[in-house]
């Protein structure tokens, strides 16, 4: 998302700029939900032009159906409640279509199927960049928007710039309909939740529900659905989770939420099982340094630089934050009164001074799961013990973390 916000940025600028995507097309992605907050939006607002951005808006959710964050127990019994700010701007939108509107007015400078092998800084400090399939191209400028694992990143660093955490996930859609509306939740109508059961496992479940305003542009509307996705310690999988099929994983998910609320289990059995996926997830060190590298003319942002788990919701919109940071500073460039090097170099300062506390904040729901996975607390999480006063303490812990 980074990358494709700092391309439409540059574009509207008036510079050359090519993306290259590894995807065969931009709906050819994993991943569900994403929420995009007030900061996110004013990027977007920024760099996106109008059409585009009511677009965006209206292929999100209902504003509606965000008026909450909740935490509960697995039988669903309410454990604590983060309010969200009414006036307050935010998205909850799926990555498929986000990504598809985020191509739109660019179409001709996006090339899918565009695998990075390689790069190399030539004495004028251009860079070549190198292609699976043999192609090169040659840019002033270069940004590693790839993801956690990035390639890009490793290539600067000599070294991976995230590491697994030891907890993966399965995720999934139920398409909500008449006959199992009644299943869903009634906490899910203001707000997502995260779950917490026996054994250390967590449970994030959201409600979709397209908000019904049109645009000139068309939205990229996506049918009702309950997003769910099953978090757990990696020693509660099979070992070879990563190449289950997707029925397989919904059954696998389904065995995890043993002793869970009947309603849930009976909506995770009843998903779209081709939407079935598993994720391990990983995270960059908060305490180190995240762009360990020389400087020159190539940089990276988002998951690439800052990977973190999707437990806090920040992933994406501290993305798009890291595109509108590095497009000021490129702005600066363009306008004389910078050079790239020095920009370069301010922008990964600047990125320092935030993403550590979203990385941060996405993993105090990982220590959460893990506190769990002990005899006692899995007996008090059966009881449904009371952990509002704790967990709430957390929530708002993670909220100014990511501030």
């Known amino acids: 998302m980074g990358g494709l916000v700092l391309a439409q940025a540059l574009a509207r600028a008036g510079d050359d700029v090519s993306v290259h995507d590894r995807d065969a097309a931009a709906a050819a992605t994993g991943g ?46 309410l454990l604590a409640v983060d309010d969200r700010d009414p006036g307050e701007e935010r998205l909850l939108i799926g990555r498929v279509p986000l990504r598809t509107l985020l191509c739109r007015g660019i179409e001709d400078r996006v090339r899918f199927g565009a695998t990075f092998t390689g790069f190399e800084v030539r004495p004028d400090q251009r860079v070549v960049v190198h292609f699976a399939d043999g192609s090169s191209g040659l840019a002033d400028l270069v940004v ?39 299943l869903v939740p009634a906490l899910l109508r203001r707000g997502p939740a995260l779950a917490f059961g026996p054994g250390g496992v967590g449970l994030f479940l959201t409600l979709h529900d397209p908000g019904p305003g049109l645009t000139a542009e068309p939205p990229e509307t996506e049918a009702p659905a309950l997003i769910w996705g099953v978090l757990a310690d990696d020693r509660r999988y099979p070992d070879d989770l990563a190449s289950l099929a ?40 908060p305490a180190g340094d995240l762009t360990p590298w020389p400087r020159g003319p190539v940089t990276a942002l988002g998951d690439a630089v800052h990977a973190m788990p999707p437990t806090g919701g920040r992933g994406a919109a501290t993305a798009i934050r890291d595109a509108d940071a590095l497009a000021g500073r490129l702005a600066q460039v ?70």
């Open 32 to 77: 569900y939900r994403l929420h995009l907050d007030a900061r996110a939006c004013a990027a977007l607002r920024r760099h996106l032009a109008p059409g585009l951005f009511a677009a965006i808006r209206s292929s999100a959710a209902d504003p509606r159906t965000f008026r909450q964050f909740a935490l509960t127990d697995h039988r669903m019994r």
């Open 246 to 285: 997707a029925d397989e994983l919904v059954a696998t998910a389904q065995g995890v939420l043993d002793r869970w609320h009947p309603a849930v289990r009976e909506l995770v059995r009843q998903s779209d099982a081709g939407t079935a996926g598993s994720f391990v997830f990983q995270a960059a060190d």
């Open 144 to 182: 590693g928007a790839d993801g956690a694992g990035s390639r890009v990143a490793r290539a600067l660093a000599g070294r991976p710039t995230s590491t697994p955490i030891g907890i993966s996930g399965i995720a999934g859609r139920t398409p909500i309909h008449d006959g199992n509306r009644g």
């Open 334 to 403: 363009r306008d004389g009164t910078l050079a790239l090097p020095l920009a370069l170099r301010r922008f990964e300062a600047e990125m320092a001074t935030y993403a550590p506390a979203a990385v941060a904040a996405s993993l105090v729901p990982v220590r959460w799961i893990r506190a769990l996975q002990g005899p006692a607390a899995t007996i008090a999480a059966r009881a449904g013990f009371p952990l509002a006063s704790a967990l709430a303490g957390s929530l708002r812990a993670a909220r100014r973390w990511a501030a």
